[in-house]
């Protein structure tokens, strides 16, 4: 399988970016590929396409899957896997939000709770370090929170809330 220079560039700067976000490059490239790709493809286009090994395009599938990105799906006829990514970007961008949070917020919550409790309980604790962790705590709450509202709103109205853009702020005044 042979990649136009556009796909090639798109999949691999997707790649570039994965390795920022803290996910394996070849897992975003694969991601990227199976995006733009019109049809399903077979493990082993991934693997021509990408020239990557079969076991690192096998294992970064699993992953893919485990994510809700990608999924298996099989072709009339033909018994062998084949696996699509979603098409929605947005439902891609709530998707890849709602996993972040998974792994990232929620333990971060935790901690932060934890940490507002017992430094209330120190009393050599200076109070501006008090303050500045229960101010890290609210800010990463109200950051949780406004996540599991946005994630309800349906995706003809959160694109128009995101096109309003700065112009939101004179609602809200």
């Known amino acids: 399988m042979k990649l136009s220079p556009a796909v090639e560039k798109y999949v691999l700067h997707w790649g570039e970016m994965g390795t920022r976000w ?11 590929l199976l995006y733009l790709s019109p049809e399903p493809l077979r493990a082993d286009q991934i693997v021509d396409a990408l020239s990557v090994a079969r076991s690192n395009v096998s294992t970064s599938i699993r992953e893919l899957q485990s994510y809700g990105l990608v999924r298996m799906t099989h072709v009339l006829g033909d018994r062998r896997d084949y696996f699509e990514s ?21 333990p971060t919550l935790t901690m932060l709770r934890s940490c507002a409790e017992e430094v209330e309980q120190e009393p050599g604790t200076d109070p501006v370090t008090k303050e500045r962790i229960r101010n890290m705590l ?14 309800e ?3 003809k109205t959160l694109t128009k809330i995101m096109k309003l853009g700065r112009g939101i702020t004179r609602i809200v005044k």
């Open 22 to 32: 803290g996910t394996n490059r070849t897992v975003a490239q694969i991601q990227a």
């Open 86 to 106: 979603l098409h929605d970007v947005w439902e891609l961008f709530r998707v890849i939000i709602e996993q972040r949070k998974h792994r990232e917020l929620n």
């Open 138 to 151: 609210a800010f990463v709450e109200t950051t949780s929170a406004w996540y599991e509202d946005i994630r």
């Open 153 to 155: 709103i349906p995706t």
